[in-house]
């Protein structure tokens, strides 16, 4: 009997496959990069959509009913979920783990949730690589949820066709994020909780925002959506934006645009992750660094020069 | 006439040519390598101390009453203080140029401030090469202020013989400075403004934390000093454990040890921002990196093939 590759179950529409290649992609090991490039070839079919936002804004119920919206559409969705908590905390958050039980039994969605800290590197090749599994897998939705609130958590979100940026009345934060320019990266604003006391005024000012922020580069009119995702209310019209977004993209040719961006931060993140996996390697295998150090501490060698000696030594090295 | 070079201008003294030589280490340019790769043979002879602390903790003026003492003990004093404004203000603060005024008839006194944002690679670098140049320049004393609240700041502090960490009664954020684990990277630990309601506490909740984290690995017993600033008290006493830490360093032989961690951290930063650099310039470039881009968007390639290929290429240039 010939056993299928983790890869081929996955394209067979494995679920369980799936889940064990994350694993594997996650940990950046041999079997993990070796599935990914076989079956990268399989993926540029899903519509990828980053939700990001401040904390409390509701993004993880927003995800839920968006999810229940997709599948009432015959589609299925995939969802990774950048938890910022610490890995710790063995990485899936208990709102999570309810999101799972309501929807196991649906072979329509799977929810993958990731620690964000403690990476070397960072979390965005690891969330980048699990995208692409779903998007093998066949999943016509993906949807990237982070926490906006690190750089990093705002770059994952970036690298998505269509990046939704969840606001809420009431958050004292709420102008600080916007603030910070992550307004820029939102294709669709969505004011959540819309019905709060300063839901109107957070709408108009977030019109106002992107009145003095025009794209001149793109004809996309960012639309600013009132939601409320406990009640269900706006959810509708919500994908509609969506899928009018990724409509304008294909017709305009920026999905093309979109795409090499995405593509070239992620041979960035990769190069970033490789390069510190070389220099931590370089200094836990000691003798070579530790002998540089010593030649510095002692004077006879410049930093700089023992950082161009160190550096020729770990670019000839291979993964 | 043969010019001296701002190094050799420098080496005699020259106070015009050490802040010459440190904007050019500040930007990294040939001057300042070329410079520091001549210089750094004649360091190693400084006590550098690092002083941070949480903002409001009074390290400014801290700093500036240790200069008064040391130079009232014949010592020259260098000062880098890295200031996390952003580089928009143009680096220095107000503080730093009252205290520059303070001082600037003294040729025994030179404060160098740098800002600590929208650097490729962090400021780790440049504050380090700038330590370098008054310690080549013969400050016998060298102290790095930094604000201890980010990861950069505090591992800047590290980079020191002795590590001075400065807390405040009344701060609410203090407890939270002291969990995040800054406290085990101090040598010497400061309470400022102790005559404040809750030193006292303060200073007994110190001795307490410092008892339940034992360090075997050494002999040394941090000291927590009762310091005013502002009214000089407390300071003569913190210079004597300043300069006993040192001695117990060069009896001990931990000298060394410090000086080779310090090697290893500035050959790792110096690494990584010189990669960086290369990553950014294989951007900006464009051609081979945009070309790899479009290949990998088109599916042709995939992201760690792409990855793979341009880190090599990085690997094999040159600066």
Same mark, same amino acid.
């Given at each position: 009997?010939?056993?299928?590759?983790? #890869?081929?179950?996955?394209?067979?529409?494995?679920l369980?496959?799936?889940?064990?290649?994350a694993?594997?992609?996650?940990?950046?090991?041999?079997?993990?990069?070796?599935?990914?490039?076989?079956?990268?070839?399989?993926?540029?079919?899903?519509?990828?959509?980053?939700?990001?936002?401040?904390?409390?804004?509701?993004?993880?119920?927003?995800?839920?009913?968006?999810?229940?919206?997709?599948?009432?559409?015959?589609?299925?969705?995939g969802v990774?979920?950048?938890?910022?908590?610490?890995?710790?905390?063995?990485?899936?958050?208990?709102?999570?783990?309810?999101?799972?039980?309501?929807?196991? #039994?649906?072979?329509?969605?799977?929810?993958?949730?990731?620690?964000?800290?403690?990476?070397?590197?960072?979390?965005?090749?690891?969330?980048?690589?699990?995208?692409?599994?779903?998007?093998?897998?066949?999943?016509?939705?993906?949807?990237?949820?982070?926490?906006?609130?690190?750089?990093?958590?705002?770059?994952?979100?970036?690298?998505?066709?269509?990046?939704?940026?969840?606001?809420?009345?009431?958050?004292?934060?709420?102008?600080? &994020?916007?603030?910070?320019?992550?307004?820029?990266?939102?294709?669709?604003?969505?004011?959540?909780?819309?019905?709060?006391?300063?839901?109107?005024?957070?709408?108009?000012?977030?019109?106002?925002?992107?009145?003095l922020?025009?794209?001149?580069?793109?004809?996309?009119?960012?639309?600013?959506?009132?939601?409320?995702?406990?009640?269900?209310?706006?959810?509708?019209?919500l994908?509609?934006?969506?899928? #009018?977004?990724?409509?304008?993209?294909?017709?305009?040719?920026?999905?093309? &645009?979109r795409?090499?961006?995405?593509?070239?931060?992620?041979?960035?993140?990769?190069?970033?992750?490789?390069?510190?996996?070389?220099?931590?390697?370089?200094?836990?295998?000691?003798?070579?660094?530790?002998?540089?150090?010593?030649?510095?501490?002692?004077?006879?060698?410049?930093?700089?020069?023992?950082?161009?000696?160190?550096?020729?030594?770990?670019?000839?090295?291979?993964?």
């Open positions: 009997v010939v056993r299928s590759t983790l #890869a081929e179950r996955l394209l067979s529409g494995d369980r496959a799936l889940a064990r290649l694993t594997h992609v996650e940990n950046d090991d041999a079997i993990g990069r070796a599935s990914l490039a076989t079956l990268y070839s399989n993926t540029g079919k899903a519509h990828v959509i980053g939700v990001t936002g401040p904390p409390g804004a509701g993004k993880s119920t927003l995800v839920n009913v968006l999810i229940g919206e997709y599948r009432a559409r015959g589609q299925r969705v990774v979920a950048v938890d910022p908590s610490s890995p710790l905390t063995g990485g899936a958050t208990l709102g999570d783990r309810i999101r799972m039980q309501d929807r196991h #039994a649906d072979a329509g969605v799977f929810i993958r949730s990731m620690a964000s800290r403690g990476r070397p590197g960072g979390l965005a090749p690891a969330s980048a690589g699990v995208v692409h599994l779903l998007d093998a897998a066949g999943f016509e939705i993906i949807l990237v949820e982070t926490v906006g609130v690190g750089q990093d958590e705002v770059e994952i979100a970036r690298r998505a066709h269509t990046t939704l940026l969840v606001q809420v009345p009431g958050l004292g934060d709420s102008v600080q &994020t916007i603030k910070a320019g992550i307004l820029e990266v939102g294709d669709v604003l969505v004011v959540n909780k819309y019905d709060r006391a300063g839901g109107d005024e957070l709408v108009r000012d977030l019109l106002h925002m992107l009145s922020a025009p794209r001149p580069e793109s004809a996309w009119r960012v639309p600013v959506v009132r939601v409320s995702a406990t009640a269900g209310e706006g959810v509708p019209r994908v509609e934006h969506l899928d #009018a977004h990724h409509a304008y993209l294909t017709r305009s040719g920026e999905l093309r &645009t795409e090499e961006r995405i593509a070239s931060a992620e041979i960035t993140a990769l190069i970033r992750a490789e390069l510190e996996r070389r220099i931590s390697d370089a200094q836990t295998g000691q003798s070579e660094f530790r002998a540089m150090a010593e030649e510095v501490a002692a004077r006879r060698l410049s930093p700089h020069e023992g950082a161009r000696q160190l550096l020729d030594r770990l670019a000839a090295s291979r993964a």
